[in-house]
């Protein structure tokens, strides 16, 4: 007995070994082959009167929205025999628009990184797809999620380091950047291919992952409405934020005299922080209890952000140290839902489902928040102070979302104990059950 306790424990480690690394590998590299531009100024650049920064930005991010939009059916309907194939085939065509970005002339390769955002809109849902109903998810999911924050950092410190060191052509930067990082990445894909399929064990604690058409997709957000009305409502805001810190950092902070690595430090420490926190929820084999907990995590990560950004002058905070509690909190926040949560959500519910709608649907709608809010500064022709205007929007963002979260806390806990009265009611008026 102790030898099979033993031996089922070293598969699991070796499965969190084997599927995490590769999950967070995997996007890390998609970081690769999306972000390093955000190094670079583009400076005395225009795009139709725009700012040339802003515009590739913003196409970008349109190109990612619109393959958000189209993903809520691909990534809920995706079969596993097809992931590997789509995975592969989308990673090689955003390198294609990475180079394209490099021989056409500025400004009008800004239309590649469209390409570049459409080709990768999806893969946060397919390398998902792999990893999600097991046991283990939240481990799996925590490695994943903290990749975001981790390679948001390295991918600017390579851009940096690649322009600054290297001497590369600004606009070449992000092709030989991806260049490297898509073998890697197919490797990664292949590694994910391989995995072994849930268990009876994972099934029973997780419920089975299965596809989800379009009627059945209807009829979940009907059944939790109120609650998936408030928690997209709060990503909505949670991801704008996000993406305005990754895209613009260099414009909030002034770093001229800084070392290129040092968005790849903080983001290191942020991600072990976080992961060291996620890991714990492992150790919840109830569900309804992680959920609770995984929403005051997030409340507390909102109000964090409200205090420090309305006290920031009071506060007196180096930017290092600003930056610093500003990534924690908004990590946090918005790390939960992309991670834990909603595998948690589907096990607790007992929902019929994958995690691929859920979260394909929360940024579609996040995304276009960005692509609206950067369209409109630019069309307005508003000239932006961008530390001022991320610490308005994250006090704002923090406190509006607390309120959110707390109320679908609440609406969750309900929802759960009416669905426990029912069952136990059911139980008790089956005729096996009734001995009068």
Not at 4 to 27: H, M, R
Not at 122 to 144: H, P, Y
Request: net charge positive.
């Amino acid at each position: 007995m102790k030898q099979a306790t033993q031996n089922k424990q070293l598969s699991d480690a070796l499965l969190i070994l084997w599927a995490g690394g590769a999950a967070l590998l995997s996007y890390s590299l998609v970081y690769a082959l999306r972000k390093p531009y955000t190094a670079a100024s583009f400076e005395g650049l225009t795009f139709l009167g725009s700012d040339y920064k802003v515009a590739v930005t913003t196409i970008q991010i349109l190109g990612y929205v619109i393959a958000k939009f189209f993903g809520i059916k691909i990534i809920s309907e995706l079969k596993k025999e097809k992931r590997f194939r789509f995975f592969v085939s989308s990673a090689i065509l955003a390198e294609a628009a990475l180079i394209g970005f490099g021989i056409l002339n500025p400004p009008y390769n800004v239309i590649a990184m469209f390409v570049n955002g459409l080709s990768l809109g999806c893969m946060w849902g397919v390398i998902f797809s792999f990893i999600e109903g097991r046991k283990v998810t939240d481990i799996l999911a925590s490695l994943l999620g903290v990749s975001m924050v981790f390679s948001s950092g390295v991918a600017k410190s390579f851009g940096l380091f690649a322009m600054n060191e290297m001497q590369i052509d600004q606009f070449w930067m992000p092709a030989v950047i991806g260049g490297f990082a898509l073998p890697l990445l197919v490797l990664m894909g292949y590694m994910l291919k391989k995995l072994p399929q849930p268990t009876a064990e994972d099934i029973a604690l997780r419920n089975e992952r299965v596809i989800l058409d379009g009627k059945g997709r209807k009829k979940l957000f009907m059944k939790y409405a109120p609650i998936l009305s408030l928690l997209f409502i709060g990503n909505f805001m949670l991801l704008v934020l996000r993406d305005i810190k990754e895209d613009f950092l260099v414009n909030i902070l002034d770093m001229s005299n800084q070392s290129s690595w040092l968005f790849a430090r903080i983001d290191t420490i942020v991600t072990l922080v976080i992961l060291g926190i996620f890991a714990l929820f492992a150790f919840f084999r109830n569900n309804i209890k992680a959920l609770l907990w995984l929403m005051t995590l997030v409340i507390a990560g909102c109000l964090t952000m409200t205090y420090v950004s309305f006290f920031y002058e009071t506060l007196n905070l180096p930017p290092i140290t600003w930056l610093f509690i500003q990534s924690l909190s908004l990590y946090i926040a918005y790390l939960t839902f992309q991670t834990i949560f909603f595998d948690r959500f589907i096990a607790c519910f007992r929902i019929k489902g994958n995690v691929g709608f859920f979260i394909a649907m929360i940024d579609f709608i996040g995304y276009l928040g960005t692509v609206t809010l950067l369209s409109t500064k630019e069309f307005l022709n508003i000239e932006l102070e961008w530390f001022a205007l991320f610490n308005h929007i994250s006090c704002a963002v923090g406190a509006i979302c607390s309120i959110l979260f707390t109320i679908a806390g609440l609406l969750i806990y309900r929802k759960y104990t009416q669905e426990m009265k029912t069952k136990t009611t059911k139980f008790f008026m089956n005729p096996q059950y009734n001995t009068i």
